[in-house]
């Protein structure tokens, strides 16, 4: 069955800090990984989409991994802002025909001044 | 082109109720979807549509639930005979896909419905 895992499920930081969030994956044949932020009662918004074989990806202070070999990938936010507060989703496509998307429940972030 | 639009933003009506939400997609784009989404859960998938035709919707709740595409554009999604577990923000999304792959999903910013 596929399946994406995100850990933590949430997270308090200070403003300024960095912080990296976690995604693990059993989506196959996989197709592409997509990390979004979610504001508190808005639709989400996409911040990276990679494929097989591109490894680090870079929107602003957001940076995220893909390690398809383990199956697992990682949204690095550094320097954070107040604004960063909101909940982050993974989402797994996998190459197939159909509906193909696997949602992760979301790591809720909070950052405090 | 701003977006994807939902109506309405929020929504209360009594249990028993029927309710529609609306769905306009980004204009050029060819596919929608429709999400579920309870609070501090991701997105549910109900169901979603390429052009006019609804390609999966074994995955919509319960046969109180339905949506429609009628001419490939915007699309509403109704819930008849509303229960209280009906509460949730209801997403859509579209994309343009011109291959294999599922596009870049955009989200409209959800219709909340509170049952009563």
């Known amino acids: 069955k596929n399946q994406v895992e995100q850990s933590p499920q949430s997270l308090i930081i200070l403003e300024g800090k960095n912080c990296t969030l976690q995604?693990?994956?059993?989506?196959?044949?996989?197709?592409?990984l997509r990390w979004y932020k979610q504001d508190t009662g808005r639709g989400p918004v996409s911040l990276t989409i990679?494929?097989?074989?591109?490894n680090t990806k870079s929107n602003g202070r957001y940076t995220a991994t893909l390690d398809a070999d383990t199956k697992q990938s990682s949204l690095h936010i550094t320097a954070s802002q107040l604004s960063d507060s909101a909940s982050y989703i993974c989402?797994?496509?996998?190459?197939?025909?159909?509906?193909?998307?696997?949602f992760g429940k979301g790591t809720s972030l909070l950052v405090t001044p | 082109d701003t977006g994807v639009s939902q109506d309405p933003r929020h929504k209360i009506t009594k249990r028993g109720q029927n309710v529609t939400f609306r769905c306009d997609p980004i204009?050029?784009?060819?596919?929608l979807y429709w999400y579920r989404q309870t609070l501090g859960q991701g997105p549910e998938f109900l169901t979603y549509?390429?052009?006019?035709?609804?390609?999966?919707k074994s995955r919509l709740l319960s046969d109180r639930f339905s949506a429609e595409r009628p001419k490939g554009s915007f699309s509403t999604l109704e819930i008849q005979r509303t229960e209280q577990g009906d509460s949730a923000m209801y997403l859509c999304?579209?994309?343009?896909?011109?291959?294999?792959?599922?596009?870049?999903?955009?989200f409209g910013e959800g219709s909340r419905l509170t049952v009563l």
């Open positions: 999304a579209s994309s343009l896909e011109t291959g294999s792959n599922t596009g870049e999903l955009f």
């Open positions: 995604c693990n994956y059993t989506v196959s044949p996989f197709s592409n």
């Open positions: 990679m494929t097989f074989s591109e």
């Open positions: 989402v797994v496509s996998a190459q197939v025909s159909g509906y193909a998307l696997n």
């Open positions: 204009s050029e784009h060819n596919r």
């Open positions: 549509f390429q052009n006019e035709a609804q390609l999966e």
